[in-house]
C-alpha cells in the first residue's frame, strides 16, 4: 500500500518578508510608539524599533523581537499564525454581548429630600401619587425585565430617593425572586440611596433579600454637605450613619460608595480618598461630573474642564497608591476596570466602557410613570425635555417593540468605536467605548466628534497615565495594579507588606 | 492623533507648503504617498484647532487649507503637526493593509466559534496554518 508523500509544513510557508506583522494600532506615547493589537496585548517600542518593524528591517537578534513575537504582534518562519489564540481573546472581550440587557434600573419616585448640585434628575418634594412608581407599572417593568436572555439579571432601585417608596422596592424584590426561582435565573439588587431615610425594617428586608446597598459619598463634610444639601445641612453624618448601620445589620462588606467630582472637589482629591480610609472602604470610585439634568442647569457651580478632571484624578490616584505602599488596601475601580482590560481579554460588565455601546443593549431604565429608557441618562435628557432615548412604555409596548425597535438599532450601529470616525483606527479602541448619549448631550449627535469630544480626551489621557505608570520606574505599581485586577489581597503579592 | 511636539515645517517628500499667510496655510499633497483616506484621516484630528478645506489640484495633488480658529496659534506648529499626523495615518494604513486579511480572519471566526455564549478560560493555541498569515 503506497502513501501520498508530503513536503515539510516549512515547504507550504508562503515566501517573502523574514516576518509578517499581525494587526495591530499604534500611537505616541511620550516619543515612544506604544502599539496595541486586535486582542488587546499592548507593547512600548522606541521609536526606531517601531520604525524598523513597520519597514520590516528589525533585525530577529533586536532585544524587542521576541517581544513582539510573544505578544502577537508579527509572526515569522519559526512560528504558528496564533489565529485561534487571537480569536478566542477577541472573542472574550466581546462576550459581553451574549448576555444582552443584564441591568434593569427601576426608578421608584422622584421624590427626595436632598438637592444636589449635581444631581442629574429632576426631584420633587411632594405628591406621592404623581411621582411614585405603582405596582401595576412595575409588574409590566418586572415581566419586560424577564424577558431578557440575560441568565444573570441585575435589579437597580434608583430615584429620587429610593427608601422613600421602600414599599415598592420590596414588592419588586419579591416578584423578581418568584420569576428568578421559576426560570431557574441569577437575580441581584442594588439600592441606590442617601441612606437617610433607613430603618430596622428596612435594613432587616435588605438583608433577609440580599439587596447591595450602593451610597454616595462625596468625601469630608465640608465638600460633601456643599455638595449634597439637605434641610439640616447633615447629609454626611446621615450617611456616614447609615453606612455603619448597614454594615452592623445587612453586613461588613454589603454597603459601597460613589463619589462624584464637583468644581469644590477638585482642589482635595488627598482629602476625600483619605475619608474613604477613614470610612473603612477599600473601594473608591473617582467618577467626573456627568453632563446631563440638574448637573447643566448649575454648570457654573459644578463645571470645570476636562483637564482640571485629569489633574484631579491623578493625583487621586496617586495618593491612592501611596495608601496601598503603606499597606492599607484601597481600590480605584475606574483604574481597575481600564486595567483590567488593557492586562486581559475579559469583560468588565462595565457598560459604558464597550462597544457597542451599553445603551438599552446592557442597560434599561424604567422609570416611575412606566417610560423606558436606554439608560439613566436617557431618563435625565427626557426631563429636559429631549425625549431622544425614550424606547416606549411598559404599559402600552411589548417587549419587542421596545428592545427591538429601529431607534435602539440605530443607536446600536452608530455606538460600534471599530467604524466610528476618529476611533476605528485608535490604539485604544480594545480598552475604550464610546457614549452616544454624553455625545447627543454635549456635541449634538450620537457619533460625536472626537477631537472635542471630553469622553474621548478624559479615557485616551486616563488609560496613557495607566500604562505610563505601569512601564514606569515604580516597580510597586504594575504589582498593585495586578492586585486589583486578579482580586487578591496585596499581601498575597507583596508579602513584606504590614497587614492591616 | 496629533503630537503635541511641533517639528519645523519642514515640507517632507510629497507635501509642499504653497503659501503661509498670517492666517491661513495651504499645502499641497502628493496623493501617490498620500490617498485621500489618509489626507482626510489626519484632517480629521485638526478639525477642533482649525478650519479645513480640501480642494483637488489635479489627479495626483489635494490641497489642504487650513485656518486656525485660533490666531495665537502658531502656523509653522500647525504646519509641522500636519506633516507628522500624515505619516502616522499613512503608516497605520499600511499596517491595516498588511494585516487586514489575519483582521478578518480573526473576527470572523471569534464570531464564528460557539456563537457568543461561552467565555473560554483557556484559549486555545492551536496551529491553524500559515497560508492566510503571510
Redesign the interface.
Known sequence: MSYPRFHEPNH???S?PDY?????????LDGDALLVN?AGQHLVLPREVFQGL?SHRLSPDSPSYLDLKANHFL?DSSS?????????????R??F??GFTGLHIFVVTLRCDHSCHYCQVSRVSQNRAKYDMTEDTAERALDLTFRSPSRALKVEFQGGEPLLNFDLIKFVVLGAERRAAASGREVQFVVATNLAFLDDPMLEFLRDHHVLVSTSMDGPAFIHNANRPRPGNDSHQMTVRGIARVREIVGPDRVSAIMTTSRLSLDHPEAIVDEYVRLGFDHIFLRPISPYGFAVRTRHRTGYEVQRFLDFYRRALTHVIEINRGGQFLVEDYASILLTKILT???TGYVDLQSPAGAGIGVAVYDYDGDVYVSDEGRMLAQMGDKSFRLGNVHSDRYEELFGSSHLRKLVTESVVESM??CS?CAFQSYCGCDPLENHATQGSTVG????SEFHIRN?EIIKHLIRLYHGPDVFAPKLFWSWVQGRPLQDILPELPAH | ?P?PKADPPTAPSGIDLRSQSEAALELIIDTSLYTDAVIF?AS??????CYLLLERQDSNHVLVRLTPRDLSIPLSAIAGEFCNELI??R??Q???D???M??E???A???A?S??????VQ????????????
Do not use: C
Open positions: 507550504y510557508r508562503p517573502g509578517q506583522l499581525l494587526p495591530f494600532r499604534f500611537t505616541d486586535e513597520v509572526i504558528e499564525v496564533p489565529l485561534r489564540l487571537l480569536a478566542t481573546k477577541y472573542r472574550t466581546k462576550s454581548l451574549s481579554p475579559f469583560p470616525p476618529g483606527e466628534h472626537r477631537p472635542t485616551v | 492623533m503630537s484621516k480629521y484630528w485638526f478639525t477642533d484647532r502616522n495615518r503608516v497605520q499600511l499596517v491595516s498588511e494585516t487586514r489575519i483582521r480572519l480573526i473576527v471566526q471569534a464570531f466559534e456563537g457568543l455564549t461561552d467565555v473560554p484559549p486555545d493555541s492551536v496551529d491553524t496554518g500559515t497560508s492566510q498569515g503571510s
